[in-house]
């Protein structure tokens, strides 16, 4: 059984001479060079035990991208007995060359994470997002309304990694978390993109004074793009005493979708 990630610990440095020599290839600029560089890195990890080398020429593989480097990244990553930091490294230098075919490993290591709590999923989870694959999407709604301690935070990473992926099927959900208050802009972003009419009340809700910058401008943009069905939702907004700012954006709105 491997030890769990300690966050708190540093990343250490790896020896001078790959440092170097990573930093000379990286900088070249050159397709070849840069292959090369990989090769070498992974040569490197084949030939060292040592942890905290381990770690640092993981780190340099998150810059690459090519089946090579995701073979040898989600080996490790899926290998229970690397050191807990060796494999949490693997899973986040996946962010640089995960594809669909990732998939099941990040998907079984969430999984995993649910019962064993190694910390894993802090980079699982994000990659399921940013690969946006719908097959992670059932996984991602049971973690999203997870309701422990033990896990905060996984949950908020499991809503933001369906916003991501999310369309017009997911806006129910959207709407049911739209108010948890440290991924509200997020999710504020997926409604005003798919810009379903059904969401109407909630984006005018992102216009209130106090909102984030970023949640006014999605539901700015999701209202344009739902255009006159969102009228009435408008115009009811203003039917009530609400505050200037409020009040400014719902007018300008109105302006300029009629």
């Known amino acids: 059984m491997t030890d769990d990630v300690d966050a708190s610990s540093p990343w250490p440095r790896l020896a001078a001479a790959v440092t170097l020599l990573a930093t000379a290839w990286l900088g070249s600029g050159n397709a ?26 993981l780190y340099s593989l998150g ?17 229970g007995a690397e050191a807990g930091a060796v494999r949490m490294q693997a899973i986040c230098s996946l962010a640089g060359s995960a594809t669909a075919e990732s998939v099941p490993l990040l998907m079984q290591i ?22 946006k694959d719908r097959r992670a999407l059932s996984l991602l709604l049971r973690v999203a309304l997870l309701n422990d301690e033990d896990i905060a935070g996984m949950d908020h990473m499991a809503i933001s990694a ?21 991924v509200r802009p997020t999710v504020m972003q997926a409604l005003g993109r798919i ?44 039917k009530h005493p609400v505050d200037p700012v409020f009040a400014g954006r719902v007018r300008a709105l109105l302006a300029e979708i009629r």
């Open 32 to 57: 070849e060079a840069t292959s090369q560089t990989a090769d070498t890195l992974l040569a490197a990890l084949g030939t060292t035990s040592d942890e905290n080398a381990r770690i640092e020429i």
């Open 63 to 79: 810059e690459y991208h090519s089946d090579a480097v995701r073979l040898a990244l989600e080996g490790i990553a899926g290998d």
């Open 110 to 131: 969430t999984e995993t994470d649910l019962r064993e709590r190694h910390g894993y999923w802090a980079c699982a989870i994000p990659l399921l997002g940013q690969i």
């Open 162 to 182: 369906i916003a991501s992926m999310a369309d017009e099927r997911d806006v129910p959900f959207l709407m049911s978390v739209a108010y948890v208050v440290p």
């Open 195 to 238: 810009a379903s009419p059904a969401s109407c009340e909630v984006l005018v809700g992102g216009l209130q004074d106090g909102e984030e910058r970023e949640t006014v401008e999605a539901a700015q943009r999701g209202l344009k793009k739902i255009g006159r069905s969102a009228l009435p939702f408008l115009n009811a907004a203003l």
